[in-house]
């Protein structure tokens, strides 16, 4: 079974950076490639519904933000380490939630239902 995991969230101060990461785990991989795949990351924050972020396509050319992060976050991938990363500048207190990546191959595309795999999330925790 492909299990996605995310890493590098934190508590931070408002106007802070992190940097995401999503890479598929190394014992659940099999023959999945996360490189072969359109990567989408999501946030849900408590007691909301989970939202997108943004999306990448498979070699990276092709990115898509939701509008609320567009300017500030950044999204990118390194193939040859099959990791997707997650940039977040300017950090605001309302970008607390917990952000989970997720892996389809349907397109650079904001629908969760469009993505096959899905991580665990990792919390990012921004304070005033």
């Known amino acids: 079974q492909v299990q996605l995991v995310e890493s590098g969230g934190g508590l931070v101060q408002a106007g802070d950076s992190l940097r995401l990461s999503c890479a598929a785990s190394?014992?659940?991989?099999?023959?999945?490639?996360?490189?072969?795949?359109?990567v989408g990351w999501f946030r849900q924050a408590p007691g909301k519904e989970r939202e997108f972020v943004s999306a990448?396509?498979?070699?990276?050319?092709?990115?898509y933000y939701a509008g609320s992060v567009e300017g500030r976050f950044t999204i990118s991938r390194d193939n040859a380490k099959n990791t997707v990363y997650l940039l977040l500048d300017s950090l605001k207190p309302e970008d607390t939630a917990v952000y989970y990546c997720?892996?389809?191959?349907?397109?650079?595309?904001?629908?969760?239902?469009?993505?096959?795999?899905w991580g665990q999330g990792t919390q990012v925790t921004v304070s005033t």
């Open positions: 990448i396509s498979q070699n990276g050319a092709i990115t």
């Open positions: 190394g014992r659940a991989r099999g023959n999945f490639e996360l490189a072969s795949h359109e």
């Open positions: 997720a892996a389809g191959l349907r397109g650079v595309v904001a629908a969760g239902y469009q993505y096959d795999y």
